[in-house]
T-cell receptor, first 117, second 113 residues
Framework: EAGVAQSPRYKIIEKRQSVAFWCNPI?????LYWYQQILGQGPKLLIQ????????DSQLPKDRFSAERLKGVDSTLKIQPAKLEDSAVYLC???????????????FGPGTRLTVL | AQSVTQLDSQVPVFEEAPVELRCNYS??????LFWYVQYPNQGLQLLLKYLSGSTLVKGINGFEAEFNKSQTSFHLRKPSVHISDTAEYFC???????????FGAGTTVTVRA
C-alpha cells in the first residue's frame, strides 16, 4: 500500500512570509497527525484529526499556525507569518484507529524541511 | 505529565557488534512504549511496541526491547548490527490517560565497518 505522502519536501522562506504543507494519509486511515521536529529533538505533536474533526490542538500555536482536513482525507498545515524558530521538519502521520485513546501504529511521511531565514 | 529520556545521543558501533540503546520514562500512569527508527531522508518507521503481556518484545530487523516497570526503562537491543542499521532511533510513550505519543530526543547510531 502507498505510504503517507507529503509535499513539498523542502521549503526555504524569509521570516514573516507564509507557507503551507500538504499531507495525504494512507487510504482508509481515520486519524491524521501533524508533528514538528526541531533539530536535535524528537517530534512534538501539533494537531490530531479524527476524520475531519480536531481531536487535539493544544500544542498548536494558534496565533500563527492553522490546519485543516476538510474532507477527512488530505490535510494542509499553514504558518502565517513564519518566525525563525519555526525552522524544523514537519511530519505528517496517520493511523487506522477511529477512536480517541488509540495505540494504533502511526505511519509517518518523509516530512517537509522548513528553513526560515 | 510524562517524559522520555534517551540516555545516549550518539552511539558509534562496529559492524557485527551488539548495540543497546537506553530509554527511561517517567509517568504517573501506566504507559505504552514504542521504538521508532528514522533512516536518512525517510519518515519514522515503527520497530516494535509494548502494549501488554510479555515484557520482552521482538521487532523488525532483529531488534528487541525489554520493558522493566520497576526501573521505568525500555531499552532496545540488537545482537549484531549491520551497516544498514545506521539511523536515528526514537523511544516514545503513550500514557494511558491521554493517548498522545511523546518522543525522546533520539539516539543516532552509526555503524562502521
Amino acid at each position: 500500500e502507498a505510504g503517507v505522502a507529503q509535499s513539498p519536501r523542502y521549503k526555504i522562506i524569509e521570516k514573516r512570509q507564509s507557507v503551507a504543507f500538504w499531507c495525504n494519509p494512507i487510504s482508509g486511515h481515520a486519524t491524521l497527525y501533524w508533528y514538528q521536529q526541531i533539530l536535535g529533538q524528537g517530534p512534538k505533536l501539533l494537531i490530531q484529526f479524527q476524520n475531519n474533526g480536531v481531536v487535539d490542538d493544544s500544542q498548536l500555536p494558534k496565533d500563527r499556525f492553522s490546519a485543516e482536513r476538510l474532507k477527512g482525507v488530505d490535510s494542509t498545515l499553514k504558518i502565517q507569518p513564519a518566525k525563525l524558530e519555526d525552522s524544523a521538519v514537519y511530519l505528517c502521520a496517520s493511523s487506522h484507529g477511529g477512536a480517541s485513546g488509540s495505540t494504533d501504529t502511526q505511519y509517518f511521511g518523509p516530512g517537509t524541511r522548513l528553513t526560515v531565514l | 505529565a510524562q517524559s522520555v529520556t534517551q540516555l545516549d545521543s550518539q552511539v558509534p558501533v562496529f559492524e557485527e557488534a551488539p548495540v543497546e540503546l537506553r530509554c527511561n520514562y517517567s509517568s504517573s500512569v501506566s504507559v505504552y512504549l514504542f521504538w521508532y527508527v528514522q533512516y536518512p531522508n525517510q519518515g519514522l518507521q515503527l520497530l516494535l511496541k509494548y502494549l501488554s503481556g510479555s515484557t520482552l518484545v521482538k521487532g523488525i530487523n532483529g531488534f528487541e526491547a525489554e520493558f522493566n516497570k520497576s526501573q521505568t526503562s525500555f531499552h532496545l537491543r540488537k545482537p549484531s548490527v549491520h551497516i544498514s542499521d545506521t539511523a536515528e532511533y526514537f523511544c516514545a510513550v503513550i500514557p494511558s490517560n491521554d493517548y498522545k505519543l511523546s518522543f525522546g530526543a533520539g539516539t543516532t547510531v552509526t555503524v562502521r565497518a
